[in-house]
């Protein structure tokens, strides 16, 4: 061998000896990230590296481990879950004595469990851009109205935004934010003013003593200068000046409070919440000593809640901007398959398309969804393509009272002209209203001028409802 052809052919051997390591790399980004894109993954390797990535790329298209999937103009590659168990043992070529390999031998646990709000970050899915606009009016503490129908992840929000990285991450200081979160629903028909007041000033108060945000030396330096402001006090000895002290005595520190009344429309209804009231608690974001922000959570606008028509005049509701949370979008869909790719479950794209299409995009549905595709995975199950509509049956049967609840949100007439639709009858002109207003609720939608119900698994179990078929308008 001339020692032209030695090198060549060392060289090519050096390759070879890499490559393995090269494809478990790739397939270790494809796992993580859900998809990949060649020419982005290529390029941001070392320079001396690409030409073996682009090989290792190559070879692994070839071998049918990644499968190419064009979406609109890009085009995409995924792990292909009919190879995972070479997948796997490539995987681990790359990772082993890394830290890597650990998460890698943990994976496979269902992340799609919740059911109700989700409170840590690493679960939390998508809403960036709303995000991003809640941080701009926090940063001036103006406040914000979150709007949107049952499930659709407003509490999630609510939680998300108050942890530390997500404040840092939107550019705040989180050790100047302190987010207090109540849940209206507690108060019942008897509650009085002060009762609210006191929840406000003991719930503020705990954060401030057992948070970690403020240190003991400068809860004690506040107290000495505001005499005794930061304290635990028994209801019956609370007054409204306590509350006041408190908030002053932060702010003046430039700590900011933002204060989250989930479930708001809980005290729309009720008699003791009247004008003064509202004017009362817009002094308290209004005052310009105060730092303080309010978020409210409700399923309709804030204007549109039952008040009495006197407090829709109040002030308070003026300086609120609505933020609409409806249904998801495909990238944001994604992020729940990238969440599944990095706990070890790789959704093969039919699977993709029927939690799209069983979803419609509501996050509770393409939880629930996930969960369903997870399982059937980890049971070593495979989807027939044409077993579509065997799995949503069962699917239905299993989940069958959460869509028994979107069912029963309507009214009869709105739950007739539901069925017409699922029915693929024309619903008819008595309907226009009525689907008009069930597209506000995100229920129906509407697509080259024809409605149709959001989710494909909500329009089976509406069109097996008995019930309405009698009850046409
Ligand atoms: N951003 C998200 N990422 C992942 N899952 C989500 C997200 N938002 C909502 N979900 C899913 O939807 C479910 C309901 O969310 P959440 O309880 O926050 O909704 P909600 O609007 O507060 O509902 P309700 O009106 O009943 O109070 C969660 O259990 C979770 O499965
Ligand atoms: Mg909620």
Redesign the pocket.
Known sequence: MTTKSRTKHEKKKKIAGNLAYNMGHILYVAQLTGDLEKKKLISSMPKHDQERYEIAFETLLRDGLLVHEKKRDISNYSLNPEKFEYTKELIHRFVRGTRGEIKVKQIKKNPFF?????KDTE?????ESLISHIFDRLRHTEDCSII??????????LH?ISHNEVVRKNHLDPKKYIFVYYDLQRFGENTKIEDFYYEMFSQTSQQVLHGGLISEGEIKQINDENPNVIKEINKSLFEMRDLEGLIGALSERDYKIVYMF??FESIANNPTFDFSFYGQLRALSGNPGFQVAFIT?S?KSIYELTFQEDIKTSPFFRYFEDFR?GPMNREEIRG?FRLAAKNGVIFSSDMRNLIEKWSGGH??I??LSCDYFFNLVMNGNKLKPEDGEKHLDIFLKRHKKHFAYFWKQVDKREQTCLWRLASGKSPGRDCKGVLENLEDSYLVNKEKKKYRIFSAAFEKFVKNMPSSKSELI
């Open positions: 919740h059911r109700g709000p989700i679960h939390f899915i998508g809403r949107g129908p049952r499930a659709i992840g407003k509490t999630s929000l998300y989930d479930e959570a399923k949370l729940f996050p509770f393409v939880q």
